[in-house]
């Protein structure tokens, strides 16, 4: 239900009525119940151009709202808000129609656009690490986002498999001979050595150059040793995308290494266009607003991370014809990508009207603040991180007895996976975020685990009622607010969905979860003696609770559980 949308387009003809335009009508939710329902606050604004009392022009527009069944009461509050009462009667029909819908009443969009959402993109020359667990998680939950919303999305797992490094990593590989498939399996360890060797062993760094400048002059032995490395290390990502339930498939790897034929061809655009200037040999684009130019090309000749990043841009506007380009990449980058953009626009390797975003965010903290590591020091692997979750969980679960060993596995699966991806899209992204096991499984608060409880005790409640359902009566304050509630998921997933922001999408979770439980607590379903209507009445409300909180998890890859 677009709410917002149809108040807007009221107050939009009371306007018109009383020949005032406002381009910006915004009706917001208001912030208490004493205040209705929704307010619009533009009269304040107005006053200065009209001239006139702010509460007069309120006092106009109230007149000229036109009847609707949608409007209980409006009322002029202090200098001239106008606060909105959405009726009950209405409230109740519109939860009726979505009772039974897979959708919940949420429409495609009538205009759906090509999205790339670049996320992920680990380095193939590390092991994944929890510096790739936040663009992972928040990737993927916008991207089925703007999926479900209708849009027409590419994910793209832009992965550094390209560079210096890698001549290393090939050289230990051939070092090892046949049969090195083995040191593969523990990628840590296998970089670890390589290094150590490459520190060490004069000979073997120098033979590393070499394989560098072999690989990337197309020397086939070198290319399949390479492949063979990027294949296995592939691999691996796959297991961690695996395991935390996240969409991305090998079809979706847009390689660095796949841009490396365009890349002369960028800086001969950029150099027709005018756009090139050298610097101490390298090939650099000035621009006004950064310090530091963006340097394209190196003076040795060879490419740079910003280099495959325009070939990427043209790529996804000229080929894909995506109109809204999504990265999804750590705060760091900011720089990065604020100058390869202004690059691509000035090139035109993007037209003007396509968006190219940069959806930052911050550090990984622990618990005292600092950069996640391992006790020693070291980078914590992501699949050892999944792996404790899980663990963890198990320990949290409480009603064991339930479940036999293999289905409390499986719980405890969906139980840590989803408090990790949780506890990360429930923050604003662009905080640094703090990772607490403590906080993060407990069964309070903003958490994964209220939400699957929740919905497992709305299922049992259902089960214990054979799921009749009846038409939706509003007794109550509670009852009304916890119906409207469910209506506003629609606006709330355009507002999440147009600021790339998952943790709009928990916030509203626990808001719903903790009306629910109120409501629940003051009308209950189950006691004997209770009118039969109101009790299906109830039911439905609780169903269309528990559907809200399916779907809006399963967005953010989720899963729920029909027992816990
Ligand atoms: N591989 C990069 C890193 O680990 C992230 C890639 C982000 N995407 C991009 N198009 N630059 O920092």
Redesign the pocket.
Known sequence: MKIKEQLNSLIADALNAINVTDSNIQVVEAGKPEFGDYQYNGAMGLAKILKKKPRDIAQDIVANIPNSDMIEKLEIAGPGFINITISSKWIAKRVDEIKDDDRLGIAKKSNPIKVVV?YS???MAKQMHV??LR?TIIGDTLANLFTFLGDDVIRQN???DWGTQFGMLIAYLEELGKGSEGSLKDLEQFYKDAKKRFDEDEAFATKSREYVVKLQGGDIHCLELWENFIDKSLGHCEEVYSKLGVNLTRDDVKA?SSYNDDLANIIKELEDKGLLQTSQGAKCVFLEDSPNPLIVQKSDGGYL?ATT?LA?IKFRCQKLKAKRVS?V??AR?SE?FKQVFEVAKKADFAPEDTILEHISFGMMLDKSGKPFKTRDGGTVKLIDLLDEAVQRAKKSITRRDTFNENELEKVAEIVGIGAVKYSDLSINRESNYIFDWDKMLSLDGNTSLYQQYAYARIQSILRKSERVLGDIKIGDELERRLALKLLQLEDILITTAKDAKPHYIASYLYDLTTLFMKFYENNPILKDGIDEDIKKSRLALASVVANTIKLSLDIMGIAVLERL
């Open positions: 670049d993109g680990p380095n510096g790739h663009s832009h992965i550094g660095e991370y990043d990427a990265y990449v750590d980058q990065h």
